[in-house]
């Protein structure tokens, strides 16, 4: 039937800074899920839900794939393969301005992703996000020859996840390979993480921006406390940051409280817009040695198993 409706999920893969989460918000039409320069910086499969017309599409935002073997970053990779299982459509998003005009490293770098997709039967849709900034628009072809050769059968798509080149013609490929079936979700919903992870995650977006080079990776964020009943039209809210060190401690608070001040000040702007309400929030640094082995605190976080 030409009017059925659809229904699917929509898994996001790809390597670390490809500008998956940027892709999401944009396609969302807000912010499900955080953004930084920093290569893993998702760190769960954030789902952002998108209705439009007759269809509906569940988005898997997954942790940026990477070489890395050290702290978490195994666990996160394993997240990012694990949300295939639940995958109708595999979008494969790639930086193509990272490769532009070296083709060679683009298709070693599409391997490990050729192999976890090609062994099922999903259609994979591909976008070579990052076009906008290829000045010399020839490089783009030899980029699109060795994903085509990498996964064959995919569809290829030129895109700019910040300017919205492209995206229109890619989410209409995703949608016609949706399988039919009936809607799950609201279609004024925009996300299935409930609202207290994403203020979470908008606290710890917050911290890696602030932080320059200096520990992103040795932080998390837990929200502790969550009251939206004791004062109407007001969220107080209570996140802890934790670091390994207690020498991280000052690079957080920053001199005189400066940087922890501002980190909480973004947050809570960014949180009132989320919850359409007034937003108290407090923040507090803790030093919380090995948190990245702690199993309990892992699957508090959504990366434990």
């Known amino acids: ?38 290569p893993q910086t998702t760190r769960n499969s954030v789902s952002g839900i998108l209705t439009e017309g007759g269809a509906q599409l569940v ?45 060679d490293a683009l298709a070693a770098e599409l391997r490990p992703i050729a192999k976890a997709v090609g062994a099922g039967h999903v259609p994979v849709v591909v976008a070579c996000n990052k076009c906008d900034l290829i000045k010399e628009k020839a490089k783009i072809l030899p980029l699109l020859a060795a994903v085509g050769e990498a996964l064959p ?16 013609a890619m989410l209409a490929a995703i949608t016609a390979r949706l399988p039919e079936g009936p809607h799950r979700y ?75 001040k501002d980190i909480g000040q973004k947050a809570r702007l960014d949180i009132e817009e989320m919850l359409g309400s007034k937003v108290f929030l407090e923040l507090w640094v803790k030093v919380r040695p090995g948190w990245a082995d702690d199993p309990a605190l892992l699957r508090e976080l959504g990366l434990g198993e």
């Open 59 to 103: 988005f898997l935002d997954t942790p940026g794939l990477h070489h890395q073997k050290r702290g978490i970053a195994p666990l996160l990779l394993r997240s990012a393969y694990a949300a295939l299982a639940q995958a109708d459509v595999v979008l494969v998003l790639l930086d193509a301005a990272r490769f532009a005009g070296r083709p």
């Open 153 to 168: 059968g995919a569809e290829l798509f030129p895109v700019s996840a910040l300017t919205g080149m492209g995206v229109a």
């Open 1 to 38: 039937m030409e009017n059925a409706q659809r229904f699917g999920h929509v898994v996001m893969l790809g390597p670390t800074n490809a500008g998956k989460s940027t892709l999401l918000n944009h396609l969302i039409g807000q912010k499900v899920s955080i953004v930084s320069p920093k």
């Open 186 to 260: 609201d279609p004024d919903e925009v996300s299935t993480a409930p609202v207290r992870f994403l203020a979470g995650e908008i606290v710890r977006e917050k911290l890696f921006l602030a932080l320059g080079e200096e520990l992103p990776y040795s932080t998390a964020v837990t929200v502790e406390l969550w009251d939206e009943n004791s004062q109407p039209g007001l969220t107080k809210i209570a996140c802890s940051i934790l670091v390994a060190r207690e020498s991280h401690k000052p690079m957080v608070i920053g001199k005189g409280g400066a940087r922890i």
